[in-house]
């Protein structure tokens, strides 16, 4: 069989695979400037959540967040997450791309705040800086191994899910039984975040198309916040001991 690139140089859009260096080069750049600039959205508007909202009313806030409440809330950021994945793919209308990878660095932020609140109040301010400086090294290494070792992660997507389902199902069991998932589970939910990353990754490398730079970024983007938010919760539970 022939190895020709079945795509022309001068093609638009094709995977990023088969395209010619510069095109490639610069997909992988838009990607990762989305990235850095999601997270910098987040950051800021939980900063400004912090700022303007004040300590009573957003201590209020917090306590009134039942497992109910959060089963809830993690239900609507399922939904809001798919509707905002559907967007940012949308390659007819970059302007709905942006407004998907926008709605949902806003749905984490509000899905992510009360965890910051409970660490930044309730456990130790530095927490969240030492998590997010975890969080760079672990996605830093992860990234580093796929883009020297070129390796293609993408068969790993049907176990992912299936890792993402059970650990839902996980979830929604502790909220109706009215049990604590505990450490462990945080640790699991480290390693499918780590996985999901490698996927992402190669993704990158090999299946986008190099006019997918937005959601490229978002799922990407996800996956850093999903690491993010439970090598926080290791860290509050080792803070609390």
């Known amino acids: 069989m022939s190895n020709v690139n079945p795509y022309s140089v001068t093609d638009v859009g094709v995977p990023a695979a088969f395209a010619d260096e510069s095109a490639r080069a610069g997909f992988i750049r838009r990607t990762y400037t ?16 912090f700022t303007v909202v004040p300590q009573a009313k957003m201590m209020q806030l917090v306590q009134g967040v039942s497992p109910w409440t959060w089963l809830i809330a993690l239900v609507l950021f399922m939904g809001i997450g ?22 949902y660095v806003v ?12 660490a930044i109040t309730f456990v130790d301010p530095k927490t ?29 997507g049907k176990f992912l899910a299936l890792g993402g389902f059970a650990a839902m199902g996980a979830i929604f069991a502790g909220v109706l039984m009215g049990f604590s998932l505990g450490l462990w589970f945080s640790v699991a939910m480290v390693a499918l975040a780590s996985g999901y990353i490698l996927y992402d990754t190669s993704n990158v490398l090999h299946h986008y198309r190099t006019d997918q730079h937005v959601a490229a970024s978002l799922a990407l983007f996800a996956s850093v916040v999903l690491l993010f938010w439970y090598v926080l919760r290791i860290l509050m539970a080792f803070a609390e001991e």
Do not use: C, K
């Open 34 to 49: 989305h990235l850095f600039g999601a997270i910098l959205a987040l950051i800021g508007i939980e900063a400004v959540i």
């Open 107 to 118: 749905a984490e932020a509000a899905l992510l705040f009360p965890l910051l609140y409970v």
């Open 128 to 156: 969240p800086l030492m998590a997010a400086a975890v969080t760079l090294v672990v996605f830093g290494g992860l990234t580093a191994f796929v883009f020297i070792t070129g390796a293609d992660f993408s068969g790993w």
């Open 82 to 103: 798919w509707l905002a994945r559907s967007w940012a793919s949308n390659g007819a209308s970059p302007a709905m791309q942006y407004a998907g990878l926008s709605l």
